[in-house]
Every structure is written in C-alpha cells, then in structure tokens.
Nanobody, 123 residues
Framework: QVQLVESGGGLVQAGGSLRLSCAAS????????MGWFRQAPGKEREFVAA????????WYTDSVKGRFAISRDNVKNTLYLQMNSLTPEDTAVYYC????????????????WGQGTQVTVSS
C-alpha cells in the first residue's frame, strides 16, 4: 500500500511558478508509475503528467508541455511537479497518484491517491 501527501500549492500570479511535492510512504513507491492529475470546479479530473518507476520516461498532456516538468526521487520517496508560466487555466486541485501500470492517463488506472493541494493562478 502507498500513502501519498501533496504539498506546495498556493496562490500565484499568472506567469509565475510553483513546485508541488508528493511524499510517499510504503514499500512499493519505487516500483509504481506516478502521476499528477488536476480537477477544476465543475470539471472532471484530468491527467497532467506521469513518470515511470525509473524516472526515465515522462508523459504530459498537451496543455502543459514545455511549462511543467515531472520528476521523482526514489531515495526520498518523493514525486515533484515543477510548474512554470502558470496561467489562470491551471487553477485546480492537484493530486498525485500511483499506478501499477507502465503508463496511463486515466484516473481509473491509478490505485492510490493523495488528498490534493490547491493551486490558484490569478490574472
């Protein structure tokens, strides 16, 4: 079992940056694909980015490519999301999640979830 706790959210002006962290506990973190999802009010939860267990493969949704970077530290059991050039459209609750699949952009394929951290981008 994996337990996940996100941190690093907050209020930032458009064009600014934030770095989200997700601290994981449990023996299988280093073997899980990890992902970031987000959910804005009134919208479905959407895929943002994922990273393979080794960290060598990453995937991004089109709207964040070139602005966001996902990474992981398997020694510290921590997942990161560096977010640059933020826009008001990035405002959402951000969740980290763990999957046993090699890759998926569907929330249904992620088994463990954090409680979420709010990111608000003002214009």
């Amino acid at each position: 079992q994996v337990q996940l706790v996100e941190s690093g959210g907050g209020l930032v002006q458009a064009g600014g940056s934030l770095r989200l962290s997700c601290a994981a506990s449990g023996p299988t973190f280093s073997r899980n694909t990890m992902g970031w999802f987000r959910q804005a009010p009134g919208k479905e939860r959407e895929f943002v980015a994922a990273v393979s267990w080794s960290g060598r493969s990453t995937w991004y949704t089109d709207s964040v490519k070139g602005r966001f970077a996902i990474s992981r530290d398997n020694v510290k059991n921590t997942l990161y999301l560096q977010m640059n050039s933020l826009t008001p459209e990035d405002t959402a609750v951000y969740y980290c999640a763990a999957s046993q699949l090699l890759y998926s952009d569907s929330p249904r394929n992620y088994d463990y979830w954090g409680q979420g951290t709010q990111v608000t981008v003002s214009s």
